[in-house]
Antibody
Framework: EVQLVESGGGLIQPGASLRLSCAASGFTVSSNYMSWVRQAPGKGLEWVSVIYSGGRTYYADSVKGRFTISRDNSKNTLYLQMNSLRAEDTAVYYC???????????WGQGTLVTVSS | SYVLTQPPSVSVAPGQTARITCGGNNIGSKSVHWYQQKPGQAPVLVVYDDSDRPSGIPERFSGSNSGNTATLTISRVEAGDEADFYCQVWDSSSDHVVFGGGTKLTVL
């Protein structure tokens, strides 16, 4: 059974850093496209980043240069390193597995990141 | 950047057909995916690649895509279908994923 479990969210001050984790089971992270999608409170879905099976990475303009997506093949885990956090980064962050045309067939339950002083 | 436009809300009576549109420049040339999200839950893929359904999704959910508009059609709407629906594409020119703003489906 495919499962994605995010962790690492919490309350963090503006300008600080945070790393989110997404532990996968039932499939191999490194053989799939994986993505992070976020949702601010009461708002719609916003794509954050993707890592392809070959290792290429892409980012939304709103996070480029501040966030880094990566994976640990030995732990079958996806990460999102978030630096220079801003209030507008406050959201539930979901990790998701993507099919070949970047549809997301499995999602985690999400982890809440709150950026506030 | 590529933009997807959805109506903020659609209302339909039980048993009727709901149609949720997603507009984008020449969207017919892209693969469109649709998600259903209920309050407090993660999104669920209900249609991918314009008109394919993942296993477990009822046949009542169908999709089409042509020209500048993609459409998610929900037949014989049930109270349990009430949710937010999002369309999504991959913009190959920028290697960016794009979501529509979402449509709240209300079952009257």
């Amino acid at each position: 059974e495919v499962q994605l479990v995010e962790s690492g969210g919490g309350l963090i001050q503006p300008g600080a850093s945070l790393r989110l984790s997404c532990a996968a089971s039932g499939f191999t992270v490194s053989s799939n496209y994986m993505s992070w999608v976020r949702q601010a409170p009461g708002k719609g879905l916003e794509w954050v980043s993707v890592i392809y099976s070959g290792g290429r990475t892409y980012y939304a303009d709103s996070v480029k240069g501040r966030f880094t997506i990566s994976r640990d093949n030995s732990k079958n885990t996806l990460y999102l390193q978030m630096n220079s956090l801003r209030a507008e980064d406050t959201a539930v962050y979901y990790c998701a597995r993507a099919l070949s045309r970047l549809s997301f067939d499995y999602w985690g339950q999400g982890t809440l990141v709150t950026v506030s002083s | 950047s590529y933009v997807l436009t959805q109506p903020p809300s659609v209302s339909v009576a039980p048993g009727q057909t709901a149609r949720i549109t997603c507009g984008g420049n020449n969207i017919g040339s892209k693969s469109v995916h649709w998600y259903q999200q209920k309050p407090g839950q993660a999104p669920v893929l209900v249609v991918y690649d314009d008109s394919d359904r993942p296993s477990g999704i009822p046949e009542r959910f169908s999709g089409s895509n042509s020209g500048n508009t993609a459409t998610l059609t929900i037949s014989r709407v049930e109270a349990g279908d009430e949710a937010d629906f999002y369309c999504q594409v991959w913009d190959s020119s920028s290697d960016h994923v794009v979501f529509g703003g979402g449509t709240k489906l209300t079952v009257l």
